[in-house]
């Protein structure tokens, strides 16, 4: 339907800006912000594993990276729970 | 540059801009890092250097890049883990103060907990067994983790606990034997194959039931 490149690009320049955005975005004091944002370089790795055609190392990370959402917010609620400034 | 006739054309074209964008990501993360004087913030962005990492490795294409890339997502998810578990154990000692091990926004009284376990427990665990290897003991693994933690009784024997624990490093044995089973004699493949999968498979399912058991233990607490 596309050239193939049209999602690799895509996948490219989201995994850049979404890490420009997880490292200084709005609002990104807040962890859990930051947590989200990293979801956008997640999405953009996922797009370049599909040209690729990467069809097992796709399915695995999209289970690792919702395991690793889930570790992290694990944290941030933890720490929250113990009191301590983030 | 030296690259083998089975890459294809499309692959070797895009490599050097998934490896530039790979290093500029990695490199905008450790930059982040450096500058970061909160610690969870840090954590955060060790999965930005993830995706980099993961970014440069799938630029090699073919299947080598799919067999490197599923152990780098491993190495990545207990990196993550075993850092916040290190984070949330050092702050716990500053404050002094406890969390739970599992904490959850609600209470865990749904009827679903007191009707279901018996029968999905049973199906997952059947579906998982038909299944074998890695996937099959992760989903047989769902099923007694469900099951462990929806049933009301509580209080493990620490012998059942250390037996479990002993079976999983059995089955560990048994998927060691089976690949050395591959290299040492080929033509009994078929062995190989059922005892590395058969021992995943009890590996995997048995280390998810304890997680299962500690998550009760915690949530039965209160």
């Known amino acids: 339907m596309f050239d193939p490149q049209i999602w690799f690009y895509t996948g490219c320049a989201l995994v850049v800006i979404g890490s420009i955005a997880t490292v200084t975005g709005p609002g990104v004091k807040d962890p859990i912000v930051r947590i989200l944002n990293t ?35 694990r944290a941030v609620v933890r720490l929250e729970e113990m009191g301590a400034e983030l | 540059m030296i690259v083998p006739t089975v890459v294809p054309e499309f692959t070797v074209s895009i490599f050097i801009p998934a490896l530039y964008v790979g290093l500029i990501t990695g490199f905008i993360g450790l930059l982040g890092i450096s500058f970061q004087k909160n610690d969870l913030s840090a954590l955060i962005l060790t999965d930005i250097v993830g995706v980099a990492m993961l970014v440069i490795v799938a630029a090699v294409g073919t299947d080598l890049a799919e067999a490197l890339i599923l152990p780098g997502l491993v190495v990545e998810l207990a990196e993550i883990m075993a850092i916040s578990e290190i984070l949330m154990s050092r702050e716990m000692r500053k ?128």
Do not use: Q
């Not at chain 1, 190392?57 to 395991?67: D, E, K, N, P, R």
């Not at chain 2, 047989?140 to 024997?157: D, M, T």
């Not at chain 2, 290299?183 to 039931?209: D, H, R, T």
């Open chain 2, 95 to 222: 404050t002094g103060n406890n969390a739970s091990i599992f904490p959850l926004p609600f209470a865990m009284d749904m009827e679903i907990f007191s009707t279901a376990p018996n029968f999905l427990a049973l199906i997952l665990i059947a579906y998982g067994v038909f299944l074998t290897g890695f996937t099959g003991g992760a989903v047989a693994g769902g099923g007694i983790l469900f099951y462990v933690i929806a049933r009301r009784s509580r209080g493990l024997p620490i012998k059942v606990w250390e037996g479990i624990a002993g079976i999983s490093g059995v089955a560990w044995c048994i998927w060691l034997a089976g690949f050395l089973i591959f290299f040492i004699a080929p033509e009994l493949w078929l062995l190989g194959l059922f005892m590395s999968s058969c021992g995943i498979l009890i590996k995997v399912a048995s280390k998810m039931g304890l997680i299962g058991i500690m998550a009760r233990e915690d949530l039965k607490r209160e």
């Open chain 1, 39 to 73: 979801e956008i370089p997640a999405v953009g790795l996922s797009l370049i594993f599909l040209t690729y055609n990467h069809t097992i190392a796709l399915l695995t990370y999209i289970a690792a990276t919702t395991i690793i959402t889930l570790i992290l917010l």
